[in-house]
């Protein structure tokens, strides 16, 4: 199974908003709606922020949204914290019932 | 609340058995509905699905390491565990395990520290 495709990085300002991309195909992103996203910051385990393309769990700002576009999913954060800044990933299920993961995003608030 | 613990050997030899334990506490492994799960990121790259156990015990493996790998569960002592066969300088990486939303194959809300694993002679 191929990596999901996300951008290497994206920045923004305190304030503004973010858009991640995470692009995969018709067996995986674009055929269902279970595309999950994490937040990582260095050295701590990854926390669930989007799951279902744009449900969000219970604890987790609203200032998070997810979407999905054919084979696309989006990830954005509106009025961007200095807290914010971490690594990104995208998750879907597949087809022959796996799990696969983008090569993640490295978020800088500037 | 529930927590997720991994344990196991910090140090594997090439060509050996990883073997890992992820022990669960505030919580029953076979609640019914929820995956478990496994996962690892090498040092500086990106996570990677390894395999999932459902409560009921069926298991799920990524592709590319379904032959070297065996996910099983210990309801006795609330336990899942990893074994990874035949490793490799590749296998070098912090791996965490994971629980799943209730019905959620992909969403995992729960996890553990991780546990850092080198390969090395």
């Known amino acids: 199974q191929s990596a999901l495709t996300q951008p290497a990085s994206v920045s923004g300002s305190p304030g503004q908003s973010i858009t991640i991309s995470c692009t995969g195909a018709?067996?995986?992103?674009?055929?269902?709606?279970?595309v999950s996203w994490y937040q990582q910051h260095p050295g701590k385990a990854p926390k669930l922020m989007i799951y279902?393309?744009?449900n969000r769990p219970s604890g987790v700002s609203n200032r998070f949204s997810g979407s999905k576009s054919d084979n696309t999913a989006s990830l954005t954060i509106s009025g961007l914290q200095a807290e914010d800044e971490a690594d990104y990933y995208c998750s879907s299920y597949t087809s022959s019932t796996t799990l696969v993961f983008g090569g993640g995003t490295k978020l800088t608030v500037l | 609340q529930l927590q997720l613990q991994e344990s196991g050997p910090g140090l594997v030899k090439p060509s050996e058995t990883l073997s890992l334990t992820c022990t669960v506490s505030g919580g029953s492994i076979s609640s019914g509905g929820y995956f478990w799960g496994w996962f690892r990121q090498p040092p500086g790259k990106g996570l990677e699905w390894i395999g999932t156990?459902?409560?009921?015990?069926?298991?799920y493996y990524n592709p590319s390491l379904k032959s070297r790998v065996t996910i099983s569960e210990d309801t006795s002592k609330n336990q899942f565990s990893l074994k990874l066969s035949s490793v490799t300088a590749a296998d070098t990486a912090m791996y965490y395990c994971a629980r799943s939303l209730k019905e959620a194959f992909e969403a995992f809300d729960i996890w553990g520290q991780g546990t850092m694993v080198t390969v090395s002679s």
């Open positions: 156990i459902y409560y009921s015990g069926s298991t």
């Open positions: 018709i067996s995986d992103v674009g055929g269902y709606n279970y």
């Open positions: 279902d393309v744009s």
